[in-house]
């Protein structure tokens, strides 16, 4: 016979199980939740991110998964902040590739799984390239950007083939760019050997930088030229007077990206894109910025992570195009309607095989700076070319110093 004190024992232990059973349900239920949600931030444009969002819905509702995604408009360096903090994202959709350094060095970069980047997939090595960090991969790339040559249609007849040509052209159409933009000059300054920082088999050097050397020089000679010996542009030009004039029609000539395609567009102007003209019988090369996407290191949902970036990367490339006038970085991309149709897009692809990936360590934070103020020391003539590249260099070098 069972005692009573036996029969109450069981009633408290039933009980006890199944409250636990049921909170333990509970629990089990919250963390499948939050298992199917993913933040994903992005520094893309507010347009971007408004045609981007739907995409990333459907994404969501295939695959079971709740995506927010959030426009970032907050400086690049607190992400750093917001990922060492529990609202920091799973994802970011879009970042230029010149932060990857300081945020790996930071512990904040996720490796890309192996097989998630095909470079077979890519239309250049570089583009993989600004993505790679000692050897390793940490964000697939999205789409890039580099200048090339814009030109109005009604002024010149003839594009030109060669920087003489154009130098020829230009004292009677006109030309300006935002000549005192290290990210503009620098085509001219490594187009005859100048480099910011040496790279060694895809290892870029801090210690070895390229920006005195004799074609450095050279450059920075020619890029003075422009101002106090051809007089095509004052020396306090900046990018909004120098966009200005030619989408009034004043020049005939300017170079920037195709951040300013949009802009040239509503205006009305009838206009061209070509690849930079060459320089000492060679291709002139470019600066290069790749927006990226990558996964935080402090993210619990990481494969979820690399999986929503692998599918959206395809799946935005026509998004980044006709609304973000970017330019694209997987091979198959070139065979859509989105870049078939943009008259422009094939001289910025074009000029993009030329292009040298802006460094993509934390040394890269010490080279706007000195390279901006000499810059504008050198057109106004107050420093000749050699000063100027001595210049940047030894304050490149004490921006470094100061890093560590």
Known sequence: MIS???KLFAMVMASTFMVGALYGCGSSDKKATEDKKLLVWSHLTQQEVD???PLAEKWGKENNVDVELVIDKGEMQAYIQAANSSKGPDVMFGMPHDNLGTYEKA???AEVPSGT????????????DSVTIGEKQ???PLAQET???????EKVKEVPKTMEN??????NVGFKYDINNFYNSFSFIAADGGYVYKNNNGTLDPND????????????????DLVTKYKFMPADINGDLAKGEFSSGKDGFYISGPWDISTFKETGIDFGVSPLPKMNGKETPSFMGVQTAFVSSKSKKQDLGWKFIKDMAKESSDVLINVGSRIPVLKSALESDAYKENPYMQAFVEQAKHAIPMPNIPEVQAMWQPAADNLKLLTSGQIDAKQCADNIVEQIKQGIAQQK
Do not use: C, M
């Open 4 to 6: 009573k004190r036996t």
């Open 51 to 53: 045609k981007i969002k």
């Open 107 to 109: 512990g904040l970069l």
């Open 117 to 128: 980047i095909n470079k077979d997939d890519y239309v250049s090595n570089q583009v993989v």
């Open 138 to 140: 940490y964000a697939v």
């Open 147 to 153: 200048t090339a040559l814009f030109y109005n249609k």
């Open 166 to 171: 154009l130098i020829e052209e230009a004292k």
């Open 209 to 224: 930088i390229g920006l005195n050397n004799e074609g450095a020089i050279k450059g920075f000679q020619f890029i003075q």
